[in-house]
């Protein structure tokens, strides 16, 4: 069982920065590939980006590349996500997924069901 707890999200100016984390309880935390996905109002959940279990292999949305980053510390049992240049379309609900399903096989497509945190608010002012 893994359980997951989003902070860091806020109120940012467009071209600002944010970090967000993602930290995770239970001891197989390591073994899931990880991934942050977002919601704005009115629109469907949608991937944003995805971490393999080792950090070898990243996957970002096309939306998000050059101006995310995503990070983990298995040690720390926690995922991070930067990101910079932030734009107005950008805000959305964030949430923190994991899922043992291969990141490398879905790339974009790949949608967790194994467990999901509450999300943090991120909102970007024009």
């Known amino acids: 069982q893994v359980q997951l707890v989003e902070s860091g999200g806020g109120l940012v100016q467009a071209g600002g920065s944010l970090r967000l984390s993602c930290a995770a309880s239970g001891r197989s935390f390591s073994r899931y590939n990880m991934g942050w996905f977002r919601q704005a109002p009115g629109k469907e959940r949608e991937f944003v980006v995805g971490?393999?279990?080792?950090?070898?292999?990243?996957v970002y949305a096309d939306s998000v590349k050059g101006r995310f980053t995503i990070s983990r510390d298995n040690a720390k049992n926690t995922v991070y996500l930067q990101m910079n240049s932030l734009k107005p379309e950008d805000t959305a609900h964030y949430y923190c997924?994991?899922?043992?399903?291969?990141?490398?096989?879905?790339?974009?497509?790949?949608?967790?069901?194994?467990?999901w945190g509450q999300g943090t608010q991120v909102t970007v002012s024009s």
């Open positions: 997924a994991a899922d043992s399903s291969s990141l490398t096989y879905y790339g974009s497509r790949w949608y967790p069901t194994d467990y």
């Open positions: 971490i393999s279990w080792s950090g070898g292999t990243t």
